[in-house]
C-alpha cells in the first residue's frame, strides 16, 4: 500500500508564521473589498486566475454613479467596467486584488489532466497553534517546486481532518 502524499504537517517557526501572514493578507484583501462595496453601494466582482490562483478585481455590478469617473452600461451578467479613459475607476479596481502567496515547501499546486482538459488544484493551508498543515492535489505534476520534504512530512488523513474541524471551531 503507497502511503497517502496528500495531507501534510510541520512545525516548522517560518513556515507557520508565513501561513499566518498569508490569511492575514487573505482577510486585509477581503475587508478591503467589504469597505469598497460598502462605501460605493456596488458589488465587486472577483476572477481568480487560474494559473496562478491570484484574485483581482476586474468590474462591479449596482449602480455605478457614486463611483468616480464614467462607467459602462451593465452588460447581459449586469457588469459594470470603467471607461478606458477612467484611470481613477481602473486603478480602484486594481487595488481591490490578492497576490497567491508562496508557502515555504509547498507548490502552489498540482495540475492534473483529463478528457476535458488541464484541472489545476490550489494548495490549501492554515496554522494552528505552533503546527501548519496542507493539503496538496493529487495531481502528478506540482504548480511550482514538489513539496519540501526537509521542512514537510506527510500525516494521516484523519489527523489532518481532526486539526481543520479544531481549526474551524476556533474562527466561529
Known amino acids: 500500500m503507497t502511503e497517502n502524499r496528500t495531507y501534510w504537517t510541520t512545525t516548522d517557526p517560518a513556515t507557520v508564521a508565513a501561513i499566518h501572514d498569508a490569511v492575514d493578507r487573505l482577510q486585509a484583501f477581503r475587508d478591503a473589498v467589504k469597505e ?11 476572477g481568480r486566475n487560474p494559473f496562478t490562483g491570484d484574485m483581482e478585481t476586474f468590474a462591479v455590478t449596482g449602480d455605478t454613479s457614486r463611483l468616480p469617473g ?23 479596481l486594481d487595488a481591490l486584488a490578492y497576490q497567491m502567496p508562496s508557502i515555504p515547501g509547498l507548490p502552489a499546486g498540482t495540475t492534473s489532466y483529463t478528457f476535458d482538459g488541464e484541472i489545476v488544484r490550489w494548495t ?49
Open 36 to 46: 469598497f462595496e460598502t462605501k460605493y453601494g456596488v458589488r465587486a466582482r472577483i
Open 70 to 92: 464614467q462607467w459602462t452600461k451593465p452588460d447581459s451578467r449586469l457588469r459594470s467596467y470603467p471607461f478606458v479613459r477612467n484611470a481613477t475607476g481602473r486603478r480602484m
Open 124 to 172: 490549501g493551508s492554515f496554522a494552528r497553534g505552533a503546527a501548519a498543515w496542507a493539503s496538496v492535489g493529487v495531481g502528478p505534476t506540482p504548480v511550482g517546486d514538489p513539496v519540501d520534504e526537509a521542512v514537510w512530512r506527510p500525516c494521516a488523513e484523519e489527523d489532518f481532518m481532526k486539526a481543520l474541524d479544531e481549526h474551524d471551531g476556533e474562527e466561529t
